[in-house]
């Protein structure tokens, strides 16, 4: 496989994705997260002139990336870029007159480039002001929301999107630090909750709160639901769907959604009624989630949290 043209994103998982997803040399496949493009140019590679690559980013960073550097992908009318939220999947393949697709990938959060690009916010590491917006356009950054979300509100966001166990304490420090002075830098929120962590937890924390803040901002988890949701309608049968997700949160979702629609009996909730056979909506390729190889994880330290699972429509 051709090497990857820059550092704007290692592509994680990647043979696996695509050994996992290519069903049809001369179909139709959607990459949700086009990111610097690694995984959506792996897929090019494999298929026939015929095939194609529908490539979403709701980033205009990766949209322009990928625009500039693969322009004979491009050219070819092989690779469709798409600036839009991968929740609307099914608009996006509408609008350019595709009813169905050979298989789906997504490759959840935020890119190398993002996380390392201190001006978009997302670092805990790097100073700036903490955005973390995927989308430049929408209207909420994590700025507005730790000055503006109630004390309860915070609390909730940090205890369910970044299961912290400080939630409250973190919160109320939050609202007692913004009424002297505006929360505006990842700088201010860092040594608020050092202040309030000692040595070793400390790191565990901010990764924490961030993430939760990022799922908040980007409503990550609303549009990975929407986008499990629409899996059934833009499929054929036999196409296959791959997640690659990074934290427990997103796993549990893809993971709850295709046990759900690979069952094939319904439970009864009364003794008295049998259970009912019924017609399963896709096939779980793997019951445990593939995970990166010794070798990746000596490469890539992204790699680690990664937990790809695949499943077929029936
Ligand atoms: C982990 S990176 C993908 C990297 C990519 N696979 C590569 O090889 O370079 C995730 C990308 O998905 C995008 N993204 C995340 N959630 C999205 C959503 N709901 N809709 C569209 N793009 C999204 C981010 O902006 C980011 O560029």
Redesign the pocket.
């Known amino acids: 496989m051709e090497k990857h043209k820059t550092n704007?994103?290692k592509?994680v998982l990647l043979e696996e994705c695509i050994s996992n997803l290519i069903s049809d040399k001369d179909g139709i496949y959607v990459d949700?997260?086009?990111?610097?493009?690694?995984?959506s140019i792996a897929i090019l590679q494999q298929l026939s002139a015929k095939g194609k690559v529908i490539a979403?980013?709701?980033?205009d960073d990766?949209i322009k990336f990928v625009s500039t550097n693969f322009f004979e992908w491009i050219n070819k009318d092989q690779l469709i870029i798409v600036k839009?939220?991968?929740?609307n999947i099914s608009e996006v393949l509408a609008s350019k007159n595709i009813l169905k697709v050979n298989g789906v990938l997504a490759?959840?959060?935020?890119?190398s480039f993002?996380i390392e690009n201190q001006d978009r916010g997302f670092s805990y590491l790097l100073s700036g002001e903490i955005d973390m917006r995927?989308d430049k356009q929408d209207e909420i950054s994590a700025k507005n929301i730790l000055n503006s979300y109630s004390e309860e509100s915070l609390s909730n966001i940090f205890y369910k999107y970044g299961e912290e166990p400080m939630s409250r304490r973190i919160a109320r420090e939050v609202v007692i630090s913004r009424n002297s002075k505006p929360i505006n830098e990842t700088a201010d929120l860092v040594s608020l909750i050092k202040k309030l962590s000692s040595g070793i937890h400390v790191v565990k924390i901010l990764s924490r709160i961030f993430q939760a803040l990022r799922i908040e901002v980007?409503k990550?988890l609303d549009?990975l639901t929407k986008l499990l949701e629409s899996l059934s309608e833009v499929l054929i049968p036999g196409g296959r769907v791959a997640i690659i997700s990074y934290h427990s949160l997103e796993d549990r979702a893809v993971k709850q959604f295709f046990v759900s629609q690979s069952r094939t009996i319904e439970k009864s909730t009364h003794k008295a009624i049998p259970d009912k056979i019924v017609q399963p909506n896709f096939l779980m390729i793997n019951k445990k989630p593939i995970t990166a190889s010794v070798e990746e994880l000596t490469l890539n330290k992204k790699s680690r949290s990664a937990k790809l699972r695949v499943a077929e429509k029936i």
């Not at 949700?32 to 995984?39: A, I, S, V």
């Not at 839009?84 to 929740?87: D, R």
């Open positions: 704007y994103h592509p949700c997260t086009m990111g610097g493009g690694g995984h979403i980013d709701r980033d990766a839009n939220n991968f929740q490759d959840l959060g935020v890119s993002q995927m980007n990550e549009a």
